[in-house]
T-cell receptor
Framework: GDSVTQMEGPVTLSEEAFLTINCTYT??????LFWYVQYPGEGLQLLLK?????DKGSNKGFEATYRKETTSFHLEKGSVQVSDSAVYFC???????????FGKGTKLSVKP | EADIYQTPRYLVIGTGKKITLECSQT?????MYWYQQDPGMELHLIHY???????EKGDLSSESTVSRIRTEHFPLTLESARPSHTSQYLC????????????FGPGTRLLVL
């Protein structure tokens, strides 16, 4: 079935470091792809999304590009801040009414 | 900012008690969801609903039940709580047809002793 695999954490970085969180997917068709973020003590919120191949989603300095050839949607940020410390979830959805399928989450800790 | 609310935020309860976790949204969304989040952070879909009087089981088998009598309200009930039910429960909602974004509540952290 459809699935999402993302790099295991935790990931610990110093402030202003470059961030990459890898995400790959397996799907029978062409899914929409999402990154959600969960800050401590909160629910998830949408960070960015891409609905077709080669689309780039971006928000708050984070970016991810939908790569059909490598079935990937890696999350990147050029300079992380302490406030970016959170758990990041990659997800896919098939069709306009499908349920989200989440990866297992990657915990990011940014040290000052 | 998402208008989706969960109560209580934290609950400590003894084994065998009946509990209901409340979830309400004011966005008029037809589709609603319940997720169980384990300590390792992984999310498991346990129930969802397409609208009033619609309820479906999710990917993870759960002893909980849900109801959808009103569009804005999607409570989850455990008839007899057990320590294995200790977890965080997240409620979410979205439009049915666009389904682009799920909006999540802040979660209920449940501890069953």
């Amino acid at each position: 079935g459809d699935s999402v695999t993302q790099m295991e954490g935790p990931v610990t970085l110093s402030e202003e470091a470059f961030l990459t969180i890898n995400c790959t997917y397996t799907a029978t068709g062409y899914p929409s792809l999402f990154w959600y973020v969960q800050y401590p003590g909160e629910g998830l919120q949408l960070l960015l999304k891409a609905t077709k191949a080669d689309d780039k989603g971006s928000n708050k300095g984070f970016e991810a590009t939908y790569r059909k050839e490598t079935t990937s949607f890696h999350l990147e940020k050029g300079s992380v801040q302490v406030s970016d410390s959170a758990v990041y979830f990659c997800a896919l959805r098939m069709g306009s009414q499908g349920n989200l399928i989440f990866g297992k989450g990657t915990k990011l800790s940014v040290k000052p | 900012e998402a208008d989706i609310y969960q109560t209580p935020r934290y609950l400590v309860i003894g084994t065998g008690k009946k509990i209901t976790l409340e979830c309400s949204q004011t966005m008029g969304h037809d589709k609603m969801y319940w997720y169980q989040q384990d300590p390792g952070m992984e999310l498991h879909l346990i129930h969802y609903s397409y609208g009033v009087n619609s309820t479906e089981k999710g990917d993870l088998s759960s002893e909980s039940t849900v109801s959808r009598i009103r569009t804005e309200h999607f409570p989850l009930t455990l008839e007899s709580a057990r320590p294995s039910h200790t977890s965080q429960y997240l409620c979410a909602s979205s439009e049915v047809h666009s389904g682009e974004t799920q909006y999540f509540g802040p979660g209920t952290r449940l501890l069953v002793l």
